[in-house]
Structures are given as C-alpha cells and as structure tokens.
C-alpha cells in the first residue's frame, strides 16, 4: 500500500513539471509582446519627432522667392534693377529673412545708416562692432530703399549700361563698386540666382503683363488673419486696415485685400 501511494506521489510530479515549464512560457510570451508593444510606441514617438523637423534650407528660400518676387518685380520696372539681382541679394544679405537685421529692423540688403539718414536706426556687429544700420517700418520699404540705394550713388551708375537680363554682368559689377567685401560676392549672387531660376523673373513679359506685375490683391482664404496677411507680404496690420479702410481687425472669406 505503502509503495502504490509512493508511486502515485511520483507520476503526479512528474505531470506537474512540464505544466510548470508551458507556464513561463506564456508569460514569457506575454512579457515579449508587452516589449513589442512599448518599442513600438517609442518608434512612433520618434516618428512623430522626426514629422516635425523644420523646414530646409532649399524650402525657406523657396519661401522667401514666394513671397517677395512680385516685390521684386515691381522694383524692376520703376528702377530698371534686375529682379533676379534684387531677389539673391535679399536672399543672401537677410539670411532668408531670418537674420536679425530683417527680424529686427526689417533691413533685407544689409544697407548701414550713411551720412544723411534720418530714419530709424539699430546697431549691429558687421565687418566692425556696433556698426549702425537702417531700419524700416516693413520689408517693402527696405525693398524700395535698396532700389534708391542703388540708383542714386555715384558708384553704382555704371550697372545700369548693362542689360536687365545681364545678372553676371550686375552681380560681378556690385562686387566692384564694393556693396560687400566679401570676395565671394559676385559669385554667391550668381549662384543663388542659377539655382533656384530667379532669372525668369527678369524676364520681359513681366514687365509688359499688367495683370503680371500689378496684382495688387489678395483674396481671404479659411483661416487667415491680418496679421498672418501682413506676415506673409512683409506689411504691417495698421497699413493694411489704412490701406483698406477698414473700420477694426475683422475681415471675411473671400474678401479681396490691397496689399501694396
């Protein structure tokens, strides 16, 4: 009797151990597909990062061409100052509009205060420190201002025997009269203006499209403000309700807004 209940003791181990075993197992299985789980949310954790990289380089220019070449354009056909020229400079000299002479003080070309400035001014380290620079009231007017720049000092009137189409000849001539010391001026404009086409903005049609270079208006799209509007023109909020004789901030979609 002893020996059945011995044998019986036995068997019922020898059962249990293998139920033991399927038992890590399936928590092991539960323990491995929890890690899956938690690998997998931190992938889409830094997927999510990677989604909101900002913009490259090559997209903040395009950006910039966007948003100023009609500007450009319309300085051509007053000053006779080619487009693609104005556009790389602006371009170069501001950093994108995000260097801190167009962030500050609107001033895209890098222009100084020179003898005879009465406007605003900000200080800022140059080829000297604490050199003084203009600043302007929006974007535009640091457009217009550079047009004047150019065409009223002596040094640059040979420019303008050169061709409106002849960018090379007009970047190469800017280094010459000295606009920057930076011996790789000329070349930077140059480059600039071929890789991203700005010449086709020096183009004669441009000048002879009314509908073109005169398109003044911008219609209101689902989601914009004045002020997202004055952004994106280099204009102020106060202009724009000047400009448009509007009584306060309110407009509506579809409405068609002067913007120059």
């Known amino acids: 009797m002893h020996n059945v209940v011995r044998i019986i003791f036995l068997i019922i181990i020898f059962i249990s151990i293998p139920s033991c075993g399927s038992f890590k197992k399936i928590n092991n299985k539960k323990v491995s597909a929890l890690g899956k789980t938690r690998s997998a949310k931190r992938v889409n ?11 490259s380089k090559a997209q903040r220019a395009e950006d910039y061409i966007k948003k100023f070449s009609y500007t450009a354009q319309e300085e051509m056909k007053k000053f006779k100052i080619p487009a693609s020229i104005t556009l790389a400079q602006g371009m170069l000299e501001s950093g994108l509009g ?22 605003k001014k900000m200080y800022h380290d140059d080829d000297k420190k ?20 150019l065409s009223q000092r002596g040094r640059y ?5 050169y061709k409106i189409t002849n960018y090379k000849a007009w970047a190469r001539g ?10 790789n001026y000329s070349k930077k404009l140059i480059d600039l203006i071929e890789r991203y086409d700005l010449f086709r903005f020096d183009k004669r049609r441009f000048l002879k ?33 000047k400009e448009n004789k509007l ?4 407009i509506y979609l579809g409405q068609e807004l002067k913007i120059n």
């Open 98 to 119: 995000q260097g801190t002479l167009a962030r500050k003080g609107n001033n895209h070309f890098g222009i100084k205060c020179h003898k005879g400035w009465r406007g």
């Open 174 to 183: 800017l280094k010459k009269a000295g606009y920057a010391t930076d011996p």
């Open 157 to 161: 009137s040979f420019l303008f025997n």
């Open 209 to 241: 499209n009314k509908k073109t270079l005169l398109a003044e208006y911008y219609k209101v799209k689902k989601g914009d403000t004045l002020y997202s509007i004055s952004k994106k023109y280099g204009i102020t909020v106060k202009d724009l309700i």
């Open 130 to 149: 604490g050199e003084c620079f203009r600043v302007y009231k929006n974007a535009k007017k640091s457009y217009r201002d550079h047009s004047i720049f």
């Open 247 to 250: 009584k306060n901030n309110t």
């Open 45 to 55: 954790k830094i997927s999510s990062g990677n989604s909101l990289k900002k913009k």
